[in-house]
């Protein structure tokens, strides 16, 4: 380790993730490492003539964030092609898709993204069928919730604007990340973004076999490109599980930027659609789920995979699915004490059983929650569904990260980005102080976490998500230097005006990789 320090930090509140408490202090920094944490002043020993010393009065000094579930597929079709967002007409749609065609190769789909869904309303495939013929073009939406395409688009990848889901324009995906003049530069810019933002690492779904996006990440890896530690799953989409690829993926990827971190796939889906698979039938219909779910499947699959050693993260909605992936992880290898040896997670845990919530704590099995999920809500509108939906009597266990919390399980964040885009100061006035955007009357503030705590599962829990508490996660002497500085002290600001820090720095691997100082 280097003698002197090469970045000094000076701040009125650093925060460790090893104690929940800040305090006033120094946090040195020298070869891509946490030379020294520790209250007060930097000692001058530290200090040479080469060192840059930072004095942040009273932001907040924090271990960097992981976003354990994020999709940059998703984000990059949302993307990709031509930008539609100013278009007033189907016409100008069409025209500015034209233009963009003209531009690549004739063998190529023409794609393009952002036309607003209250301006346009495309009718039928004739006017894409005219214009672009045999060569598939997709035009999605903003937020890719719906699309306008052709038939040639339709009998190529298999899905309709009916059905214009991930899970079903998955197909397109190659044509995208293998894209290397839009997919490299995009991929940068979204590391920017993510930087901005304090994340530091992502546990990234979705790069499997059908596309090279691999091989992207290790040219980038090899070449010190890298300003995101990508931990990637596979989440095997419209074909089997493929153990053999995990293996290749973790023997293949060993190195500080890139792991391979298993395996995800979804169980059930929204309460509000009645796709939540729920323990007890829905209010008004006689059913507990409205989608049809392989659960001799997901169970077979978590097993084999537990056996090779990999992690597996299930997505559950609804407290029926909860406990059947805590009924399948209960199959699973178990250490003496009865914890997982492979750290599963669950992804989401929208609406849970308490009793659950127990179990999976002395499971060990890990919670991968979405703090910011009431962002894209309304205080109203919710109430509302869950009311029709489940009865407000059962929603009080929605969104419960606290019994999750007190129950002992292990906590970590993500935002299943595009749906959400990370903003930890965003969450904390969400799931600390139970806002919806609106503000107003909190919801459920029984079932919301304090600030450390969120923290903690930002940063510590992230890391152990991945499997790098003993590298990441934490500010200690000897770890990573990956950090974030909020604009602010995060534990002075009053939680309703959270929303009002950004992040003014941040460091990957020792290195300032964004700064607004």
Same mark, same amino acid.
């Given at each position: 380790?280097?003698?002197?320090?090469?970045?000094?930090? /000076?701040? +009125?509140?650093?925060?460790?993730?090893?104690?929940?408490?800040?305090?006033?202090?120094?946090?040195?920094?020298?070869?891509?490492?946490?030379?020294?944490?520790?209250?007060?002043?930097?000692?001058?020993?530290?200090?040479?003539?080469?060192?840059?010393?930072?004095?942040?009065?009273?932001?907040?000094?924090?271990?960097?964030?992981?976003?354990?579930?994020?999709?940059?597929?998703?984000?990059?079709?949302?993307?990709?092609?031509?930008?539609?967002?100013?278009? %007033?007409?189907?016409?100008?749609?069409?025209?500015?898709?034209?233009?963009?065609?003209?531009?690549?190769?004739?063998?190529?789909?023409?794609?393009?993204?952002?036309?607003?869904?209250?301006?346009?309303?495309?009718?039928?495939?004739?006017?894409?069928?005219?214009?672009?013929?045999?060569?598939?073009?997709?035009?999605?939406?903003?937020?890719?919730?719906?699309?306008?395409?052709?038939?040639?688009?339709?009998?190529?990848?298999?899905?309709?604007?009916?059905?214009?889901?991930?899970?079903?324009?998955?197909? =397109?995906?190659?044509?995208?990340?293998? +894209?290397?003049?839009?997919?490299?530069?995009?991929?940068?810019?979204?590391?920017?973004?993510?930087?901005?933002?304090? %994340?530091?690492?992502?546990?990234?779904?979705?790069?499997?076999?059908?596309?090279?996006?691999?091989?992207?990440?290790?040219?980038?890896?090899?070449?010190?490109?890298?300003?995101?530690?990508?931990?990637?799953?596979?989440?095997?989409?419209?074909?089997?599980?493929?153990?053999?690829?995990?293996?290749?993926?973790? +023997?293949?990827? /060993?190195? @500080?930027?890139?792991?391979?971190?298993?395996?995800? /796939?979804?169980?059930?889906?929204?309460?509000?659609?009645?796709?939540?698979?729920?323990?007890?039938?829905?209010?008004?219909?006689?059913?507990?789920?409205?989608?049809? *779910?392989? !659960? #001799?499947?997901?169970?077979? +699959?978590?097993?084999?995979?537990?056996?090779?050693?990999?992690?597996?993260?299930?997505?559950?909605?609804? @407290?029926?699915?909860?406990?059947?992936?805590? @009924?399948?992880?209960?199959?699973?290898?178990?250490?003496?004490?009865?914890?997982?040896?492979?750290?599963?997670?669950?992804?989401?845990?929208?609406?849970?059983?308490?009793?659950?919530? #127990?179990?999976?704590?002395?499971?060990?099995?890990?919670?991968?929650?979405?703090?910011?999920?009431?962002?894209?809500?309304?205080?109203?509108?919710?109430?509302?569904?869950?009311?029709?939906?489940?009865?407000?009597?059962?929603?009080?266990?929605? !969104?419960?990260?606290?019994?999750?919390?007190?129950?002992?399980?292990?906590?970590?964040?993500?935002?299943?980005?595009?749906?959400?885009?990370?903003?930890?100061?965003?969450?904390?006035?969400?799931? %600390?102080?139970?806002?919806?955007? #609106?503000?107003?009357?909190?919801?459920?503030?029984?079932?919301?976490?304090?600030?450390?705590?969120?923290?903690?599962?930002?940063?510590?829990?992230?890391?152990?998500? =991945?499997?790098?508490? #003993?590298?990441?996660?934490?500010?200690?002497?000897?770890?990573?230097?990956?950090?974030?500085?909020?604009?602010? @002290?995060?534990?002075?600001?009053?939680?309703?005006?959270?929303?009002?820090?950004? %992040?003014?720095?941040?460091?990957?691997?020792?290195? *300032?990789?964004?700064?607004?100082?």
């Amino acid at each position: 380790m280097a003698d002197f320090a090469e970045i000094v930090l /000076q701040s +009125d509140c650093i925060f460790t993730a090893a104690s929940p408490q800040p305090f006033a202090g120094h946090v040195a920094v020298a070869e891509g490492r946490l030379l020294a944490v520790g209250e007060g002043p930097c000692p001058d020993a530290l200090i040479g003539g080469g060192t840059q010393v930072l004095e942040l009065g009273s932001r907040t000094v924090c271990p960097g964030f992981s976003d354990v579930h994020c999709f940059f597929t998703g984000y990059a079709v949302g993307l990709a092609g031509a930008d539609l967002s100013t278009a %007033v007409s189907c016409e100008e749609a069409v025209g500015l898709a034209k233009a963009h065609a003209s531009l690549i190769p004739a063998d190529r789909p023409v794609l393009g993204h952002g036309w607003d869904s209250a301006k346009l309303s495309p009718q039928g495939t004739q006017a894409l069928d005219d214009a672009f013929g045999d060569r598939p073009a997709v035009l999605f939406a903003q937020g890719c919730e719906t699309c306008w395409m052709n038939r040639a688009a339709m009998d190529r990848y298999q899905f309709t604007p009916e059905t214009c889901w991930p899970e079903s324009y998955w197909r =397109l995906l190659p044509d995208v990340l293998d +894209d290397r003049a839009f997919i490299v530069p995009e991929f940068k810019r979204y590391m920017k973004m993510m930087n901005s933002r304090g %994340v530091t690492s992502v546990k990234e779904m979705g790069f499997d076999r059908f596309c090279r996006f691999p091989d992207l990440l290790e040219e980038l890896e090899r070449a010190g490109e890298l300003t995101l530690r990508v931990n990637f799953m596979s989440q095997s989409v419209g074909h089997p599980m493929d153990l053999e690829f995990g293996k290749e993926m973790r +023997d293949r990827f /060993q190195g @500080d930027f890139v792991r391979f971190s298993g395996y995800n /796939q979804m169980t059930d889906g929204s309460i509000s659609q009645l796709c939540g698979e729920l323990k007890e039938p829905y209010r008004y219909a006689d059913t507990t789920c409205a989608q049809p *779910i392989d !659960w #001799e499947q997901l169970a077979a +699959d978590a097993r084999a995979a537990d056996a090779e050693g990999f992690r597996f993260s299930l997505h559950a909605q609804g @407290d029926g699915a909860v406990a059947k992936v805590l @009924d399948i992880y209960e199959t699973c290898r178990r250490n003496g004490d009865g914890r997982l040896v492979n750290r599963h997670a669950i992804t989401d845990l929208e609406f849970t059983d308490p009793a659950d919530l #127990e179990r999976m704590g002395r499971l060990g099995a890990v919670a991968e929650v979405y703090p910011q999920i009431q962002s894209i809500a309304d205080r109203a509108g919710k109430l509302a569904m869950i009311e029709e939906k489940i009865g407000l009597d059962r929603g009080r266990y929605y !969104w419960n990260r606290r019994k999750m919390a007190d129950s002992g399980v292990p906590l970590s964040c993500g935002t299943d980005l595009p749906l959400l885009i990370d903003d930890i100061p965003q969450s904390v006035y969400h799931a %600390v102080g139970g806002y919806f955007p #609106e503000g107003g009357q909190p919801f459920n503030p029984q079932n919301t976490l304090t600030v450390a705590e969120l923290l903690t599962a930002w940063t510590l829990g992230g890391a152990y998500d =991945l499997l790098r508490e #003993e590298e990441l996660g934490t500010l200690e002497a000897g770890k990573k230097a990956d950090i974030a500085v909020l604009s602010g @002290d995060i534990f002075a600001t009053p939680v309703e005006r959270a929303r009002e820090l950004t %992040v003014d720095l941040t460091l990957v691997d020792g290195r *300032i990789v964004h700064s607004t100082l």
